[in-house]
């Protein structure tokens, strides 16, 4: 509730998820840990306000495949997790996007088991909608990272695919599907994590990248200019000791 974003992580040493914030000069603050405890976690995404009320959530899909929200109440304390989708064992490739389909609540995307990129609707703490395929195959795709409003010249989200060795900026048309994309130039084989947040300096309006050198833990944000290239590359600091983020 700070009007900077968040990243949610999961402590490696007792898997305690935390909240790392952001200090609107593209540095972190002291990690603040929550009341979860991530043991069963597989990917962990920050879901924004999920729920629409107000307060940032997360959502997780654990092993056994079920999705569950945790609704947060803007003090870093999540409640008991409520399963809104099931059978995602094998797609592990997924991320919370902005509204794609236009009702006003954000959407997950992920790549399915056949390889399409898919859908699934958001609908709170309800069960998620049928998925529908937005984009046949990314030749490669390793990670589909929600972007939100990546460039500010229309009103819909973007998607940012990642392959073996690139990012590619995908927009979306609403519910139609992915269009065309984007090729921004960065060389992903040397991140090992790579995030997608809101201005990191408290723009209302497109969004940023955040990535983690493998070789020391360094994270850089790229900050985004709305005209398809970067205006501030920053060393936002070495964070370690975590082995899931979002």
């Avoid at 209302?204 to 070789?215: A, F, V």
């Avoid at 709305?226 to 600091?237: A, C, E, I, V």
Wanted: net charge neutral; hydrophobic share 35%; glycine share 16%.
């Amino acid at each position: 509730g700070r009007g900077y974003p968040d990243l949610v992580a999961r402590r490696a040493g007792d898997r305690r998820i935390v909240v790392i914030r952001t200090d609107g000069n593209a540095r972190f603050g002291t990690p603040r840990a929550t009341n979860l405890i991530g043991g069963t976690s597989a990917t962990l995404m920050n879901a924004g306000d999920w729920d629409r009320d107000g307060d940032g959530d997360i959502l997780i899909r654990h092993t056994d495949g079920t999705i569950r929200v945790n609704r947060g109440n803007g003090t870093e304390t999540f409640a008991t997790g409520v399963i809104i989708g099931r059978g995602f064992e094998s797609v592990s490739v997924i991320d919370v996007v902005s509204d794609i389909t236009g009702d006003g609540c954000p959407d997950l995307v992920g790549k399915h088991s056949t390889g399409e990129i898919r859908v699934w609707p958001g609908r709170g703490t309800s069960a998620l909608g049928a998925s529908y395929r937005m984009r046949s195959a990314v030749s490669g795709s390793t990670q589909v990272i929600g972007a939100g409003r990546f460039y500010a010249d229309d009103g819909s989200p973007e998607v940012v695919v990642r392959t073996s060795s690139k990012l590619l900026i995908f927009r979306t048309n609403g519910p139609g599907g992915l269009t065309t994309y984007s090729d921004p130039g960065i060389d992903t084989s040397v991140f090992d994590f790579i995030l997608a947040t809101k201005d990191l300096r408290g723009a209302s309006t497109g969004g940023d990248l955040l990535l983690r050198r493998k070789s020391d833990g360094m994270w850089f944000a790229y900050e985004h200019d709305q005209s398809g290239g970067w205006d501030r590359k920053s060393q936002m600091g070495v964070v370690r000791g975590y082995d899931q983020f979002g």
